[in-house]
C-alpha cells in the first residue's frame, strides 16, 4: 500500500483501514470474509466529504443562501466529481476485486471508482481525524474544486437537469450517442437525453461530453417532462383493473 499513501501524501497509522477501503464486496464475498469490504466505509467517508465541502462553501461563499450552496456542494460530490478525485489518484489500480469484478473492468467502473474513494475519506477521518481528512481533500483536490465553483451555474446542464428530474421520481436520466460522424480529428457527435422512456432533448458536439451537455440543455429548454406524474399512471392502471 506504499505507492497509494506516497500518492495522496497521507502515511496509515492504521494500515488495515487503509485496506478496508480499497477492498470491493467482491472480493469480500470470494475470501468468504465476511463484511470486510468498504462499504461501511463508503457510508462514513460521504457524510465527511460533505462536512468538508460544506464547511468549505459556507465559509467562503458569505452571501449564498442555502438553495445555492447546496447547487453548489452537488457538483463537487455527484458521481462525475468523485470518479475524477479518484482517477486523479490512480485509485483504480489499487482497488481489491474479485476475480469476476477484475475480469469485467472493475478498477475502471465509475461505481467502484466513486465508492473507494468515499472510503478511503473514510478511512482518513477514522486514522487521523477531520483535518487529516480535509488536510488530504484539498492538498489533492483543490485546483478541480477552484475550476468547479468559478464555473457559474448555468455551464452544468447535466446537473440541474438531474435535479429536477429527481424532484419528480428518483430514476436518473440516462444519456446515449445516436450517431457520429466525421473524420478522428474533426468527429461530431449526436446525443440524447432519455428518462422514464422518454426522449426529453438531444444536442451535438465535437466530443461525446460536449454533445450530452447540449442534450441536456436542449431538455431544460423544452421542459417535455413538465407534467409527469410517476404514480399517476400507477394509481390509473390499479383502477382499471
Known sequence: MDSIEATINYRFANPDLLTEALTHPSLSYEAKRGHF???????LGDAVIQLIL??????RFPDF?????????????SREALCHFANK????????????????GGRKRSSNLADAFEALAGA??????????????????REFVE??????????????LQEFLQAIAPTSPTYRILSQEGPDHLKS???EVRWEGKSLGQG???????????????????????GHNSGEEHVNNREQL
Open 124 to 141: 482518513i477521518y477514522l486514522d487521523g481525524g477531520l483535518e487529516a481528512a480535509r488536510e488530504f481533500f484539498f492538498a489533492n483536490f
Open 147 to 160: 475550476e468547479i465553483v468559478a464555473q457559474p451555474e448555468e455551464m452544468n446542464p447535466k446537473g440541474e
Open 204 to 226: 451535438s458536439g465535437n466530443s461525446k461530453k460536449e454533445a450530452e451537455i447540449n442534450a441536456a440543455s436542449d431538455a431544460l429548454r423544452s421542459r417535455l417532462w413538465e
Open 189 to 191: 457527435f449526436l446525443a
Open 37 to 43: 469490504d468498504n462499504q461501511r466505509l463508503e457510508y
Open 65 to 77: 443562501g442555502e438553495g445555492r450552496l447546496t447547487k453548489l456542494r452537488s457538483r463537487l460530490v
Open 89 to 104: 489518484i490512480e485509485l483504480g489500480q489499487h482497488l481489491l476485486l474479485g476475480k469476476g469484478e477484475l475480469a469485467s
Open 54 to 59: 460544506t464547511d468549505e462553501l459556507f465559509r
